[in-house]
């Protein structure tokens, strides 16, 4: 549209150019009853549209020269500005057709009935790993908008037809990926003719029995999964408590630790004595969005920021106390008690915690203090107590609100940790800028789950980030990586990964460095971004490069 704007408003002022000059020469040959702006508007318009009607002419050289450029540049306008931005595009428009059937010869597909930043995120993941998958669209408009960048059908995908034409006979998993009552009515198809696997995805776990009854093989809930991650970060620590942390080896966990205001890290180097205190090792640290991996004793630590170790209880309670300030009493408000809003107030109302919820509808009979109000108006935040709040969870529906009521939880507080849930991926960078210490998103936790289903790994949620991931890999006996130095293979420079655990027999190593020795039979796991891991198992991983070869589908790590 604005392009469109720009274009009339340039075509305006040739106009009035072309005008101005055809008065001038008008007035040069003695013309004078053609010196007026209606016959000067009418001559241009006549001409530069190549009608040349013939009624108002030139006389001298220079007039008639000037009739030749109006003319030409009419020609330059059509062919070049107007028929390229906007007929042309017109047309393709009316004329392309959304496929309506699958490529010939799919098979082992994944079919995912509607499209939304879930599956924009999950689409993806596929690509990188060359999983085949087609997306069955019922909305015309929503097809006609996505069908050149993902393999797309149109049609309802509670029609037999059109799974059908999807190749539902060859596929290897379906995802059901609409409301509740849209997905209850394409499983009952399915079931009417198929045994496939069918994933449904829903919005809230207590009315999973409906599909599980129409047929659903496995019930997913991102939203409740993102509701129990968000309540256990922002839960007050607990010793020798971890909510969330991820299980490597033996007694070694994976866990992110919030800098709250007032620790004694704040504004201290990671200096390596840090790490020799405590024994755990620094993986990396988040500071508004932005990872930095293996940091080094001259990284400065901010306040809200999120530290990444590794250690066992008694080393990650050890450098927990570190990132302890001086706690004070205040509300944990919750801002939306939708899906999500109702997850975190649940579990944090089981560890103790009765947060303040902030939502525009006039909730009834909930066991928790609430305010009726819209979460994005200063006055609404100020009488929930926001000022002396500890931390405030931003969890509207609206990625725009979201944004907004984190400028404003942020300027009422600035010393409140405030996670905020996104609901695209693309709007966390936007949440992060406003001011946001933690941001976790719903179609990172969809794609994850789904991923590791399809994938057949273990199902336990770890990493909610777009470009970080962690694997575990086995080093078989006869692996290339056996017999090389961490420091040799130099993974972070060639594949941007690192190994932060391993694991030999009975020994747990947390952090190794470069002067490790890989041997066969060590279990690694390693963080990294999904290209970087996906390029390291392609170099190491034997089974998969022979399965590739024999083209069977189902990835198994050595």
Same mark, same amino acid.
């Given at each position: 549209?604005?392009?469109?704007?720009?274009?009339?408003?340039?075509?305006?002022?040739?106009?009035?150019?072309?005008?101005?000059?055809?008065?001038?020469?008008?007035?040069?040959?003695?013309?004078?009853?053609?010196?007026?702006?209606?016959?000067?508007?009418?001559?241009?318009?006549?001409?530069?549209?190549?009608?040349?009607?013939?009624?108002?002419?030139?006389?001298?050289?220079? /007039?008639?020269?000037?009739? &030749?450029?109006? =003319?030409? %540049? /009419?020609?330059?306008?059509?062919?070049?500005?107007?028929?390229?931005?906007?007929?042309?595009?017109?047309?393709?428009?009316? &004329?392309?057709?959304?496929? %309506?059937?699958?490529? =010939?010869?799919?098979?082992?597909?994944? @079919?995912?009935?509607?499209?939304?930043?879930?599956?924009?995120?999950?689409?993806?993941?596929?690509?990188?790993?060359?999983?085949?998958?087609?997306?069955?669209?019922? $909305?015309?408009?929503?097809?006609?908008?996505?069908?050149?960048?993902?393999?797309?059908? !149109?049609?309802?995908?509670?029609?037999?037809?059109? !799974?059908?034409?999807? $190749?539902?006979?060859?596929?290897?998993?379906?995802?059901?990926?609409?409301?509740?009552?849209?997905?209850?009515?394409?499983?009952?198809?399915?079931?009417?003719?198929?045994?496939?696997?069918?994933?449904? !995805?829903?919005?809230?776990?207590?009315?999973?029995?409906?599909?599980?009854?129409?047929?659903?093989?496995?019930?997913? $809930?991102?939203?409740?999964?993102?509701?129990?991650?968000?309540?256990?970060?922002?839960?007050?620590?607990?010793?020798?408590?971890?909510?969330?942390?991820?299980?490597?080896?033996?007694?070694?966990?994976?866990?992110?630790?919030?800098?709250?205001?007032?620790?004694?890290?704040?504004?201290?180097?990671?200096?390596?004595?840090? *790490?020799?205190?405590?024994?755990?090792?620094?993986?990396?640290?988040?500071?508004?969005?932005?990872?930095?991996?293996?940091?080094?004793?001259?990284?400065? *630590?901010?306040?809200?920021?999120?530290?990444?170790?590794?250690?066992?209880?008694?080393?990650? %309670?050890?450098?927990?106390?570190?990132?302890?300030?001086?706690?004070?009493?205040?509300? !944990?408000?919750?801002?939306?008690?939708?899906?999500?809003?109702?997850?975190?107030?649940? *579990?944090?109302?089981?560890?103790? @915690?009765?947060?303040?919820?902030?939502?525009?509808?006039?909730?009834?009979?909930?066991?928790?203090?609430?305010?009726?109000?819209?979460?994005?108006?200063?006055?609404?935040? &100020?009488?929930?107590?926001?000022?002396?709040?500890?931390? *405030?969870?931003?969890?509207?529906?609206?990625?725009?609100?979201?944004?907004?009521?984190?400028?404003?939880?942020?300027?009422?507080?600035?010393?409140?940790?405030?996670?905020?849930?996104?609901?695209?991926?693309?709007?966390?960078?936007?949440?992060?800028?406003?001011?946001?210490?933690?941001?976790?998103?719903?179609?990172?936790?969809?794609?994850?789950?789904?991923?590791?289903?399809?994938?057949?790994?273990?199902?336990?949620?770890?990493?909610?980030?777009?470009?970080?991931?962690?694997?575990?890999?086995?080093?078989?006996?006869? $692996?290339?990586?056996?017999?090389?130095?961490? /420091?040799?293979?130099?993974?972070?420079?060639?594949?941007?990964?690192?190994?932060?655990?391993?694991?030999?027999?009975?020994?747990?190593?947390?952090?190794?460095?470069?002067?490790?020795?890989?041997?066969?039979?060590?279990?690694?796991?390693?963080?990294?971004?999904?290209?970087?891991?996906?390029?390291?198992?392609?170099?190491?991983?034997?089974?998969?490069?022979?399965?590739?070869?024999?083209?069977?589908?189902?990835?198994?790590?050595?």
């Amino acid at each position: 549209m604005r392009k469109g704007i720009k274009l009339i408003l340039g075509i305006f002022l040739l106009l009035a150019l072309y005008s101005t000059i055809f008065v001038s020469l008008m007035h040069y040959e003695g013309q004078y009853e053609n010196v007026n702006p209606i016959t000067a508007f009418y001559w241009v318009v006549v001409t530069i549209t190549t009608l040349g009607y013939g009624d108002i002419v030139f006389h001298s050289q220079s /007039g008639r020269f000037f009739s &030749i450029f109006v =003319a030409l %540049s /009419g020609v330059a306008i059509l062919w070049a500005v107007i028929m390229p931005l906007i007929i042309t595009p017109r047309l393709e428009q009316m &004329i392309r057709a959304v496929p %309506s059937s699958a490529p =010939a010869k799919m098979a082992g597909h994944i @079919i995912i009935s509607g499209y939304n930043p879930i599956v924009e995120t999950l689409a993806d993941r596929f690509s990188l790993r060359k999983i085949p998958f087609l997306i069955i669209e019922r $909305s015309e408009e929503v097809a006609r908008g996505i069908y050149q960048e993902y393999p797309v059908i !149109l049609g309802d995908p509670s029609e037999r037809k059109v !799974l059908s034409r999807a $190749s539902i006979g060859s596929a290897r998993l379906f995802i059901a990926n609409e409301n509740d009552e849209l997905n209850a009515e394409v499983i009952l198809t399915l079931r009417e003719s198929s045994d496939i696997e069918i994933i449904a !995805l829903v919005g809230d776990l207590t009315r999973s029995r409906f599909l599980s009854y129409a047929g659903a093989s496995r019930i997913i $809930s991102p939203k409740t999964l993102l509701g129990t991650f968000i309540a256990q970060i922002t839960s007050p620590p607990r010793r020798g408590v971890f909510p969330g942390a991820i299980q490597l080896f033996g007694d070694l966990k994976l866990v992110e630790l919030p800098i709250y205001p007032g620790a004694g890290l704040i504004g201290k180097k990671l200096e390596e004595k840090v *790490v020799e205190e405590t024994g755990a090792g620094i993986v990396g640290i988040w500071q508004r969005g932005v990872f930095v991996p293996d940091p080094g004793p001259e990284e400065v *630590v901010r306040s809200n920021s999120v530290l990444m170790a590794v250690g066992n209880i008694e080393q990650l %309670s050890r450098i927990r106390d570190l990132t302890f300030g001086t706690r004070k009493e205040g509300p !944990l408000i919750i801002l939306g008690y939708g899906d999500v809003g109702r997850r975190v107030a649940r *579990v944090l109302g089981d560890c103790g @915690i009765s947060p303040l919820i902030v939502d525009r509808r006039d909730l009834e009979a909930i066991p928790f203090e609430y305010i009726t109000g819209d979460a994005t108006l200063e006055v609404n935040l &100020i009488g929930a107590g926001i000022q002396k709040a500890v931390g *405030v969870l931003v969890l509207l529906n609206q990625d725009s609100d979201a944004v907004y009521a984190t400028l404003l939880a942020k300027n009422l507080n600035r010393d409140a940790f405030v996670v905020v849930r996104a609901n695209r991926l693309k709007s966390a960078e936007k949440i992060y800028q406003a001011g946001a210490d933690y941001v976790a998103s719903v179609p990172i936790v969809a794609s994850h789950m789904l991923a590791k289903i399809i994938q057949d790994e273990e199902e336990e949620l770890n990493l909610l980030y777009d470009d970080l991931e962690l694997k575990v890999f086995n080093v078989g006996k006869r $692996s290339r990586l056996a017999g090389w130095t961490l /420091g040799e293979l130099n993974l972070p420079g060639r594949f941007g990964c690192r190994v932060v655990a391993l694991e030999r027999m009975t020994e747990t190593v947390a952090v190794p460095g470069s002067n490790m020795l890989i041997k066969g039979g060590d279990i690694l796991a390693l963080i990294g971004s999904p290209k970087g891991i996906e390029a390291f198992s392609d170099t190491y991983d034997r089974r998969k490069t022979l399965k590739r070869m024999l083209k069977i589908p189902r990835l198994s790590l050595l």
